[in-house]
């Protein structure tokens, strides 16, 4: 599978807009982009998914670049409910296990 | 909306004991999966089954075994528990197919003694 590159922490404060970055550089034509969430002491929480084109959902935004090469997941106005850790994983269809993959993922912090 | 819900949330062992985690999904999924997530790490697959009546090993397999007992519930077993077992245990399920989302349950935290 290909790897994903996050930042370790953000820092963003209330109902201000977060940009979570990830980088892909080795993504294949086939790889879908996922992105989870994990609050304090839950399991983790499907945001969005996207292959080419951005997409909108009630949680967030999937911003992906033309080359597919980075993307950016974007939380319009952030709450004190979305301080939580965000994985970025790729996803490629037809793999026999279909376990997600994640690595360290982005811990965001929500500051009132 | 019930969705993944696993049981027991919290469980305590001693070494050698036994003892099988449950997980249960409502919505209608073909797949199912075990986690587990130790400290500071990212999840881990320990078994998974792509449809009822399959199962299959994960990363992580050694120490545990499964049942996929209908469409809707995939037990994990710890047949002699060891302190190497303590971790948070994770349910996913989802439809068919590996770019389909996983849902997952709240999880449940085994401290092995």
């Not at chain 2, 047949?79 to 948070?88: K, L, Y």
Request: charged share 20%; glycine share 8%.
């Amino acid at each position: 599978d290909a790897k994903t590159t996050q930042p370790n922490s953000m820092e963003s404060n209330e109902e201000e807009p977060v940009h979570l970055p990830c980088n892909h550089s080795t993504i294949s034509g086939t790889d879908y982009i996922h992105w989870y969430r994990q609050l304090p002491s839950q399991g983790p929480e499907y945001v969005i998914h996207g292959l080419t084109s951005n997409v909108n959902n009630r949680m967030a935004s999937l911003a992906i670049a033309e080359d597919r090469k980075s993307s950016t997941l974007i939380l319009h106005r952030a709450t004190l409910r979305d301080a939580a850790v965000y994985y970025c994983i790729l996803r490629r269809p037809g793999r026999s296990q279909g376990n997600l993959i994640f690595g360290k993922g982005t811990k965001l912090s929500v500051k009132p | 909306n019930a969705g993944v819900t696993q049981t027991p949330k919290f469980q305590v062992l001693k070494t050698g004991q036994s003892m099988t985690l449950q997980c249960a999904q409502d919505m209608n999924h073909n797949s199912m999966y075990w986690y587990r997530q130790d400290p500071g790490m990212g999840l881990r697959l320990i078994y998974y089954s792509a449809s009822e009546g399959t199962t299959d090993k994960g990363e992580v397999p050694n120490g545990y075994n499964v049942s996929r007992l209908n469409k809707r519930e995939f037990s994990l077993r710890l047949e002699s528990a060891a302190p190497s077992q303590t971790s948070v245990y994770f349910c996913a399920s989802s439809l068919r197919g590996t770019a389909q989302p996983q849902h997952f349950g709240d999880g449940t935290r085994l401290s092995i003694l």
